[in-house]
């Protein structure tokens, strides 16, 4: 029922896409020192494995109770599976305070392995996934930033012992995104095309729902359907299949996404501790760029993004988004 909402039939032009039989492995990181700040979502590192379509000798890759769930849900189409481990760190405004402000956004550090299958025609991608981990001192996320800090010689961050408390997470989520070509002779230049996209998720790290769209510029935009981001932000997620042996796009897009629960600023349920007011509709727009060279991806995204709390004390936060996928 939770993915029935996304389950909207392709078109009758639709088709499978190629078959696809290289994995492919994605390195991924999230940091606001671009925009020369150390607060909020301060920093996140991703690393993803993503399956093949077919194995190769072009039969079925993945289990059946798999693709037959797929096909279930949304139809004919191409399987994969991906699979990532992520963190993801978050802190005030002033990290020199040893005891931190109690109206700023709390130190809290994510760590969350996640699978998800994906499902592909030419003209779509649907993702149904499931995350859990652990928010809080055991993600060892002070760990990572104080141990950077000290690396590079800058000031550790002081307030992570008033951290929000460790407990268990988890999180269902879905999302689809479409991609609809706006040059009437697509692979003769330079092409247009827009990727609309939904997504939504229930759990106990986050409740949400979200809509947003790219605009993108380039040759071979059929490769993929949009650089990857860490959820929750837009994400056409790893998977790409290079349509020409160099494609490229520069693109700008937005979304909008509202909140019923972020345990990373609503803090731990059922005990006082650190937590700020929830801002319940956040904005992001971002631009950026994609490069597909001999089955080697590298992407940019440069988001900023609305208040996420009540009383934050700063305008639009940004942050930059790099990503690079390498196919096997």
């Known amino acids: 029922m939770f993915a029935s909402i996304f389950c909207i039939s392709a078109s009758a032009g639709a088709t499978l896409p190629p078959p696809d039989p290289d994995s492919i492995l994605t390195i991924k990181t999230e940091n606001d020192v671009i925009a020369h700040t150390d607060q909020n979502y301060t920093a996140g590192l991703r690393l993803g494995w993503t399956s093949p379509s077919v194995d190769r000798a072009g039969g079925q890759f ?18 994969r599976m991906s699979l990532d481990l992520s963190n993801t760190i978050y802190t ?6 040893t005891i931190p402000d109690p109206r700023d956004r709390p130190y809290a550090g994510v760590l969350l392995a996640t699978a998800s299958l994906l499902h592909d025609t030419t003209t779509s991608r649907s993702v149904i996934g499931f995350s859990v981990g652990v ?25 992570w012992d008033y951290q929000i408390k460790d407990m268990p997470i988890a999180e269902a989520f879905v999302g689809k995104v479409w991609r609809f070509g706006l040059t009437p002779n697509p692979g003769t230049g330079i092409d247009f095309d827009v990727l609309p996209s939904v997504a939504a998720g229930v759990g106990t790290l986050r409740n949400f729902a979200q809509v947003g769209f790219q605009l993108r510029v380039g040759q071979g935009l059929d490769s993929d ?9 837009l994400s056409g997620a790893d998977a790409y299949t290079p349509t020409r042996e160099f494609a490229w ?29 929830r801002q319940p509709f956040v904005g992001e727009v971002e631009v950026g760029f994609a490069v597909i060279y001999k089955g080697v991806r590298l992407t940019y995204t440069h988001v900023a993004q609305t208040q996420s709390f009540h009383g ?17």
């Open 62 to 79: 993945l289990p059946s109770m798999l693709t037959d769930l797929g096909e279930l849900v949304w139809g004919p189409g191409r399987q």
């Open 92 to 97: 005030p405004k002033d990290t020199d305070l």
């Open 135 to 159: 928010l809080g001192p055991s993600a060892r996320s002070s760990d990572i930033q104080n141990g950077w800090h000290e690396l590079i010689g800058e000031d550790t961050a002081k307030g």
């Open 225 to 233: 359907f949009g650089t990857a981001r860490i959820r929750v932000g």
């Open 249 to 277: 796009y520069l693109f700008a897009g937005a979304n909008g996404r509202a909140l019923a629960w972020d345990a990373t600023l609503d803090g731990n349920p059922f005990r006082y501790g650190p937590h700020v007011s």
């Open 312 to 328: 934050q004390r700063s305008g639009w936060f940004q942050f930059g988004s790099i990503a690079a996928g390498v196919r096997f």
